[in-house]
């Protein structure tokens, strides 16, 4: 089976960075994603990790780490309009996308 | 934007009745799946579709079946409606399994009393 974990909320200054955690347990690893939700609205793809190492995005980064099982999606610069749901998901060996609850980030100034 | 609908957006029903979600969409994805999202639980996955009339079981497909007869429509039936199926459905489509990522339709708001 899989497991995935990430704090169920967080809080950040508009304009500091906030890293966002995710921790998995997986039989065989197919790459990890990260999607943006805003309340009410479908997901939206932000990322996708498959190799260890730093993939950035303009203000967006994340990092996975295989052999611990962790991820984390940096945000910089924050703006009001980064208030959102982040959920991480990860795809196993051969199985479909398997999502985490979600990170529910509040951005104040 | 990828070209996912789903219809209806909102529904009311009374349990124990039939509903019909249908997910359109215009991308020629060989990929789509259904998932339910609820406080507490996140998106979780209920069937998806690797094909025409290739479809298999998800996380929490009990109560539900699905259909797809063409490539650019996947149908999620709930068979006897329960108040425990309350919840927002959403589509996704990809064009491969892996790696590539998933885009999601708009949602279904069901309320089932």
């Known amino acids: 089976g899989q497991n995935i974990d990430q704090p169920t909320e967080m809080t950040a200054t508009e304009g500091a960075i906030v890293q966002i955690n995710c921790t998995y347990q997986t039989s065989g690893f197919n790459g990890l994603f990260w999607y943006q939700q805003h309340a009410g609205e479908a997901p939206t793809f932000l990322s996708y990790?498959?190799?260890?190492g730093l993939e950035e995005k303009g203000r967006f980064s994340s990092f996975l780490s295989r052999s611990k099982g962790y991820s984390y999606l940096l945000l910089k610069e924050l703006q009001m309009k980064d208030s959102a749901s982040y959920l991480c998901a990860v795809r196993g060996g051969n199985t479909p996308l398997v999502f985490g609850k979600g990170t529910r980030l509040s951005v104040i100034a | 934007d990828a070209g996912i609908t789903q219809s209806p957006r909102h529904k009311v029903t009374e349990t124990g009745t039939p509903v019909t979600l249908r997910c359109h969409q215009t991308?020629?994805?060989?990929?789509m799946y259904w998932y339910r999202q609820d406080p507490g639980h996140g998106l979780r996955l209920i069937h998806y579709?690797?094909?025409?009339?290739?479809?298999d079981k998800g996380e929490v497909s009990d109560g539900y079946s699905v259909s797809r007869s063409k490539t650019e429509d996947f149908l999620l039936t709930l068979e006897s409606a329960t108040s425990s199926q309350t919840s927002v459905y959403f589509c996704?489509?990809?064009?491969?399994?892996?790696?590539?990522?998933?885009?999601f339709g708009p949602g279904t708001r069901l309320t089932v009393t």
């Open positions: 990790n498959v190799l260890d």
């Open positions: 579709s690797y094909g025409v009339k290739d479809t």
């Open positions: 991308e020629n994805h060989r990929y």
């Open positions: 996704a489509i990809s064009e491969l399994a892996n790696p590539h990522e998933q885009y």
